[in-house]
């Protein structure tokens, strides 16, 4: 089972829709949790964190579930400038180290 | 506040060439992170260092892959005789900290073309 598995999607909406992505991740150690965007060739880029209360940030809502190990992101009033891949992302950090493991994201294309 | 700065953008190699990446962290920063982008693939973590430092390799190829973050001057990746497989976008990123819900800063990576 991968660490972090997202569907890849390509989710293809039109602007002004409401599009959710999920991802789950396998290791129950995990303590943050992050959405990150990359845009064709270029660096991720962190869109926000993920709190166990769950969080909004204008347009973006991110969830999570320990239970479940499940996290989501949820784009209202979608943009064109959204169009970009979305990425989980999740941090355990043990002896000393800090890693954050990448899930291979999720593709979004906002139509006009 | 310059972010994190990574050169060369683009490097060509030729099979069996040595390829050096360079990163010169944010301001103030002094945890460092490599990360690989294989083609269509996500981003998969290499090493982790701390000024003069190497915190976790757990990531690196066991050969022909070494890192290092001296006390002056950027981290450098340094790849000796490459190969085609080593062709992908490298990607550094720095902190602040470590911890819960710290924030990496990523630099605009250098994909390395093997030929």
């Known amino acids: 089972r991968k660490e972090v598995e997202q569907d890849p999607g390509p989710f293809n909406v039109p602007e002004g829709a409401t599009v959710a992505f999920n991802c789950t991740y396998s290791?129950?150690?995990?303590?943050?949790f992050f959405w990150y965007r990359q845009d064709c060739r270029k660096e991720p880029k962190l869109l926000m964190s993920v709190y166990s209360s769950g969080n909004e940030d204008g347009r973006f809502t991110a969830q999570l579930n320990r239970a479940s190990q499940y996290i989501s992101l949820l784009i209202r009033d979608s943009k064109l400038s959204d169009s970009a891949t979305y990425l989980c992302v999740v941090n355990h950090s043990g002896a000393g180290s800090y890693q954050l493991t990448f899930g291979k994201g999720t593709k979004l294309s906002v139509i006009p | 506040n310059a972010g994190v700065m990574q050169n060369p953008r683009h490097l060509v190699r030729r099979r069996g060439q040595e390829a050096r990446l360079r990163c010169s962290p944010m301001?103030?920063?002094?945890?460092v992170y490599w990360y690989r982008q294989l083609p269509e693939e996500g981003l998969k973590f290499m090493v982790y260092l701390q000024k003069e430092n190497i915190i976790d390799e757990s990531g690196m190829p066991k050969e022909r892959f070494s890192a290092e973050f001296p006390k002056e001057g950027p981290s450098i990746l340094r790849i000796q005789q490459v190969v085609r497989g080593d062709s992908a976008a490298y990607f550094c990123?720095?902190?602040?900290?470590?911890?819960?819900?710290?924030?990496?800063?990523f630099g605009q990576g250098t994909r390395l073309t093997v030929v």
């Open positions: 290791n129950s150690a995990s303590q943050s």
């Open positions: 301001k103030g920063h002094s945890h």
């Open positions: 990123a720095s902190s602040l900290r470590t911890g819960e819900n710290t924030e990496a800063f």
